[in-house]
């Protein structure tokens, strides 16, 4: 198995410009988690979807973040507009849905906002 | 309010000694808990789980041990080696068990 999958590796863009990071999950895992990581904050949990429908965004920080999973394989986080308070590594991780399932994480995505 | 701490300060030990990684929480009530291994540039890697009735959990040279009274869990590795050089994450159940929630993580480092 591939593993999940995320583009790009690195973006570096102007603050204002949209991003776009992409993640493809394992195939057969129901349940799609991104995270934002930082040395300040650590490995916070933004969103999660469970069957492609999200189930909690609460950890989204503001209305410039969303994040869509038009099917069970592919999902997007965007910034519109970005910031540098935005560059952090962002992962999508996913798993099976239950109790205690292991979270498979992506090599992440580095966001570096100018 | 809710809380997952480890240790911030990075945990130096010589090769072939024990290492021993706390994690500790506030105001959960968790099912399960987690390990994760993430080195430099990649994601965080599954270690271990232990659930909530369950003391002890060992794979090869990790020990995790689970503590719902202290409401800790302390994550051991015996005979380190340099290789095992790398930022360790606990993470926990949220809200049933369908958010998991992450520590900062503890670096260590084994010197040869």
């Known amino acids: 198995d591939a593993g999940v999958i995320q583009s790009p590796r690195h973006e570096v863009t102007e603050m204002g410009q949209e991003v776009t990071l992409r993640c493809k999950p394992i195939s057969g895992h129901n349940s799609l988690f991104w995270y934002r990581q930082t040395m300040m904050r650590g490995l916070e949990l933004l969103i999660y979807f469970n069957n492609n429908v999200p189930i909690d965004d609460s950890g989204m920080p503001e209305d410039r973040f969303s994040a869509k999973m038009p099917n069970a394989s592919f999902s997007t986080l965007k910034i519109q507009p970005s910031e540098p308070r935005d560059s952090a590594v962002y992962f999508c991780?996913?798993?099976?849905?239950?109790?205690?399932?292991?979270?498979?994480f992506g090599e992440g995505s580095w966001l570096t906002v100018v | 309010s809710q809380k997952i701490e480890q240790n911030s300060e990075a945990l130096n030990i010589q090769e072939g000694k024990t290492a021993t990684l706390t994690c500790n929480y506030t105001n959960y009530s968790p099912a399960y808990l987690q390990w994760y291994r993430q080195d430099p540039g990649r994601g965080p890697v599954f270690l271990l789980l232990?659930?909530?009735?369950?003391k002890e959990k060992r794979k090869e040279r990790l020990k995790v041990t689970f503590d719902t009274t202290l409401k800790q869990s302390l994550f051991h590795i015996t005979a380190s080696q340099p290789a095992d050089s790398a930022t360790y994450l606990c993470?926990?159940?949220?809200?049933?068990?369908?958010?998991?929630?992450f520590g900062a993580g503890t670096r260590l480092f084994v010197k040869a």
């Open positions: 993470a926990l159940d949220d809200t049933g068990g369908f958010k998991t929630i």
């Open positions: 232990i659930r909530e009735n369950e």
């Open positions: 991780a996913s798993s099976l849905q239950g109790f205690g399932n292991t979270i498979y």
